[in-house]
């Protein structure tokens, strides 16, 4: 059975194609990332523009037409911060059917973190583990506990990389006192998720999403994606390094896209300051993420 799925991000637009015998086992076909930014200036905004609308469409259009060389007939197509959070979603969504042909589900922070979960769970934990994941989106952090592929806990934070670079980062490089509200509005915003660690205990935790597998390639030297460990003491010494570098400068790191290389400093940071709320000393970057958890979800159905 061949079937696809697409994520509409607020940085990215990702595509995975697979062939399934069942939930538990498929080849992955083709996989497709293209830096879209749909979120920029959105989240802040709370309005999609025309010049973003034109390139999630073209750039739907072009996944559309992988998919189906590989044979697909279901294509699963859905949307997160973004998209949910602009004034005019339901144009954009009608847009894209009339003009790419392509249905677009619109998902809640927590089906977000369920399906992400699902997928980290299924796809970069030992089986039989409580895990708990973190997904460092351009509009939103989705954190979740699993115990084997069933959530224990499932929460949605309205915090992101890109929307954090357009709120807090003005200079280039940032400001120190960019960087302090920056750490600031984080710490803020998962006050609430760090009360809740005392309630629930877990084994193994990993971080999924451009982010985490960024930090994890420039810590280690090669490209995503990469399935590696970041440690806290290495995550803060790698923001300091990040957040006294120019964007240009960024972009020349191993491991780091110039195309993330505005986003990753905010990035970072959500990560760092997340581990820091739940008493995390290192996560397991995972190449799994929602797209992968669609696709489980679909062919548990």
């Given at each position: 059975m061949?079937l696809?799925?697409?994520?509409?991000?607020s940085?990215?637009?990702?595509?995975?194609?697979?062939?399934?015998?069942?939930?538990?086992?498929?080849?992955?076909?083709?996989?497709?990332r293209?830096?879209?930014?749909?979120g920029?200036?959105?989240?802040v905004?709370?309005?999609?523009?025309d010049?973003?609308?034109?390139?999630a469409?073209?750039?739907?259009?072009?996944?559309r037409?992988?998919?189906?060389?590989?044979g697909?007939?279901?294509i699963?197509?859905i949307?997160?911060?973004?998209?949910?959070?602009?004034?005019?979603?339901?144009?954009?969504?009608?847009?894209?059917?009339q003009?790419?042909g392509l249905h677009?589900?619109?998902?809640?922070?927590?089906?977000?973190a369920?399906l992400?979960?699902?997928?980290?769970?299924?796809?970069?934990?030992?089986?039989?583990s409580?895990?708990l994941?973190i997904?460092?989106?351009?509009?939103?952090?989705?954190i979740?506990?699993f115990r084997?592929?069933?959530?224990l806990?499932?929460?949605?934070?309205?915090l992101g990389?890109v929307?954090?670079?357009?709120?807090?980062?003005?200079?280039d490089p940032?400001e120190p006192?960019?960087?302090?509200?920056?750490?600031?509005?984080?710490?803020?915003?998962?006050?609430?998720?760090a009360?809740e660690?005392?309630?629930?205990?877990w084994?193994?935790?990993t971080?999924t999403?451009?982010?985490?597998?960024?930090?994890?390639?420039?810590?280690?030297?090669?490209?995503?994606?990469?399935?590696?460990?970041?440690?806290l003491?290495d995550?803060?010494?790698?923001?300091m390094?990040?957040?006294?570098?120019?964007?240009?400068?960024?972009?020349t790191?191993?491991?780091?896209p110039?195309?993330?290389?505005?986003?990753?400093?905010?990035?970072?940071?959500?990560?760092?300051?997340?581990m820091?709320?739940?008493?995390?000393?290192?996560?397991?970057?995972?190449d799994w993420s929602?797209?992968?958890?669609v696709?489980?979800?679909?062919l548990?159905?």
């Amino acid at each position: 059975m061949k079937l696809a799925a697409i994520d509409i991000g607020s940085n990215s637009i990702k595509l995975v194609v697979v062939d399934a015998t069942s939930s538990a086992s498929f080849d992955v076909l083709a996989s497709e990332r293209e830096v879209v930014r749909l979120g920029q200036e959105t989240l802040v905004k709370k309005h999609i523009g025309d010049a973003a609308l034109r390139r999630a469409i073209d750039c739907l259009k072009r996944f559309r037409s992988i998919a189906e060389s590989h044979g697909t007939k279901q294509i699963a197509v859905i949307a997160t911060a973004s998209v949910r959070e602009a004034d005019n979603s339901a144009d954009f969504l009608r847009a894209v059917e009339q003009e790419a042909g392509l249905h677009v589900e619109v998902l809640s922070g927590m089906e977000e973190a369920r399906l992400i979960g699902l997928a980290a769970a299924q796809g970069c934990t030992p089986k039989g583990s409580t895990s708990l994941n973190i997904d460092i989106g351009g509009g939103s952090t989705e954190i979740s506990i699993f115990r084997d592929t069933e959530p224990l806990i499932l929460r949605s934070v309205k915090l992101g990389a890109v929307g954090l670079t357009d709120r807090f980062v003005k200079s280039d490089p940032p400001e120190p006192e960019e960087i302090e509200e920056l750490r600031n509005e984080i710490r803020l915003s998962f006050a609430d998720v760090a009360k809740e660690r005392r309630q629930q205990s877990w084994y193994y935790t990993t971080a999924t999403s451009g982010t985490a597998l960024t930090v994890g390639a420039a810590l280690n030297h090669v490209m995503p994606p990469a399935s590696s460990v970041v440690t806290l003491v290495d995550l803060n010494r790698l923001n300091m390094t990040l957040a006294a570098l120019t964007v240009v400068q960024r972009g020349t790191i191993a491991g780091v896209p110039p195309q993330r290389a505005d986003i990753i400093v905010a990035g970072g940071l959500v990560l760092e300051e997340v581990m820091n709320a739940l008493g995390i000393e290192s996560v397991h970057t995972c190449d799994w993420s929602l797209r992968e958890g669609v696709i489980i979800a679909r062919l548990r159905e």
